[in-house]
């Protein structure tokens, strides 16, 4: 059965389209990827299929009897929502049945009257009779694996890693045979993004993903999707299997390329010295060269590497000695999701009150040394970014001293990198930090060249 229909899909980026003339369907059970370089439409076009955006050109039909539910690349939510409200806030009258049902169940552990008897009695028939016993439990179980316990927690007292797992709880709780999933793994650690891959590959829902994690590409999909030159291209199969293609096709339009070079080579001898084109086959003999000449050439994925000239570090880099923080786990610091976030909870503990659950960090210590790559790993809000915070010096320990060596200077990607002046163009923000790159290899690169190399050309960085 065909839940999704694309048909001529277009739509206009600042300056060019992004896509233009995309089609393609997808059926029930089709495990099915978009893949593209940063900047080539893909969220726009998953956010167009989930009618968030309007297309300039082109059709969406999704099967009424199938529903669609959307993960977003940045969850939106209400900050004083609790994950309850978050969670159930589907147009699903099952889920809505559900939610009263478990609302009931908590308001009688309270006391029980003759209406609230009565609406327990409504609700449980409601259950039996939709049949929604055994959803109820697929619910409850989604939650569980997802660490998902207290309900009753504010969305906005949460870590990043936790409101990616509230929306993606939301969106696999919902009664629907179409999923749309944009980034799905970011910010999960590494044992929901298991439990997620093995919960996709053998669901009978249908997904359609933007992902840059090949090694779930591999596991999850059956079908790939390249988002390139504006146009869509599938290649059944996974992840590995599309990579050999294309490893095929680009042996076959470079030797193609190397042919029509060689042809060129002759015609353009026979362009310099002027014929006449008064003849038929003169005429298409010149419009024939022309096409050859104004067709759109093979280009090969344009990779980099670079190394910047950094300080020359001293004898000491970084020590931390006995950090201790007092902040319960799978909280936010303030900032850190939202400007609007509650944090309440967080600022009564880290004035100085008892925690209401173990330290996150409790005397640590730590001395860094030249060199050294380091990854931290854990669940998540356990207190990954809440270390970096403290280690860059955007939030104080409540205990322990970090002593910083004099030529050390952080440069600190953040989870939810906030921007403090929204005016500024993608040059000048850049231009803040340094007009002139300084590469390792003894090279200089501009702004401008620098943010070429990211994929950030033309226009687009005075925007």
């Known amino acids: 059965m065909n839940l999704l229909s694309v048909s001529n899909l277009s739509k206009i980026g600042r ?46 039909v999704i099967n009424k009897s199938a529903g669609v539910s959307y993960l977003r690349q940045n969850p939106s939510f209400n900050a004083s929502d609790t994950i309850r409200d978050h969670i159930f806030s589907s147009d ?27 609406k327990y009695d409504a609700l449980t028939l409601k259950m039996e009779q939709g049949n929604l016993w055994n959803y109820e439990s697929q619910v409850k179980s989604i939650l569980s694996v997802l660490g998902i ?18 929306a993606l709880a939301q969106v696999l709780v919902e009664d629907t045979k179409l999923l749309l999933l944009d980034e799905p793994t970011n910010h999960l650690d590494i044992t929901t993004i298991y439990w997620l ?38 290649y059944v199969g996974n992840y590995s299997a599309y990579l050999e293609k294309k490893t095929t096709e680009a042996e076959i339009e470079a030797n193609a390329e190397r042919r029509i070079e060689s042809v060129l080579r002759v015609e353009r001898d026979w362009l310099m010295r002027g014929p006449c084109a008064r003849g038929t086959k003169a005429k298409a003999r010149i419009q024939h060269d022309m ?15 670079f190394e910047v000239q950094g300080r020359r570090l001293g004898g000491k880099i970084l020590e931390l000695h006995n950090i201790t923080k007092n902040f319960p786990k799978g909280f936010a610091m303030k900032g850190e999701v939202s400007p609007s976030a ?56 409540d205990s322990g001293t970090i002593v910083k060596g004099e030529n050390t200077v952080f440069a600190y990607y953040k989870q939810n990198p906030v921007f403090k002046n929204l005016d500024l163009t993608v040059l000048e923000y850049v231009k803040e930090a340094a007009e002139v790159m300084h590469m390792n290899d003894g090279t200089t690169l501009s702004a401008s060249q ?9 226009k687009i960085q005075h925007s």
């Not at 096409?291 to 590497?305: C, P, S």
């Not at 620098?450 to 033309?458: S, T």
């Open 92 to 118: 699903s009258p099952k889920l809505h049945t559900i939610r009263d049902y478990e609302e009931t169940c908590a308001e009688m552990e309270s006391g029980i009257n003759d209406s609230l008897q009565k």
């Open 149 to 166: 316990n207290d309900l009753k927690r504010r969305m906005g007292e949460l870590s990043g890693g936790m409101v990616k797992k509230v």
């Open 15 to 60: 300056e060019k389209p992004l896509f233009t003339g995309v089609t393609f369907g997808l059926d029930e059970g089709h495990k099915a990827a978009l893949i593209g370089r940063n900047g080539t439409g893909k969220s726009t076009l998953l956010n167009t299929i989930a009618q968030v955006l309007q297309p300039d050109e082109g059709t969406v």
């Open 197 to 234: 891959q093995n919960y996709l590959a053998q669901t009978q829902r249908s997904v359609l993903m933007v992902t840059h994690d090949r090694y779930f590409l591999d596991a999850v999909c059956n079908h790939i999707y390249e988002l390139d030159r504006n146009r869509i291209k599938l």
């Open 450 to 458: 620098f943010l070429e190399q990211f994929g950030f050309e033309g």
């Open 342 to 397: 509650s944090t309440a909870s967080a600022a009564t503990l880290s004035a100085g009150a008892a925690p209401a659950t173990p330290p996150v960090i409790s005397n640590f210590s730590y001395t860094f040394n030249k060199g050294e790559k380091i990854g931290v790993f854990g669940d998540n809000g356990s207190g990954k970014s809440t270390l970096l915070n403290i280690i860059t010096g955007e939030i104080q320990p």
């Open 291 to 305: 096409a050859l000449i104004n067709r759109e050439k093979f280009q090969t994925d344009k990779g980099f590497t």
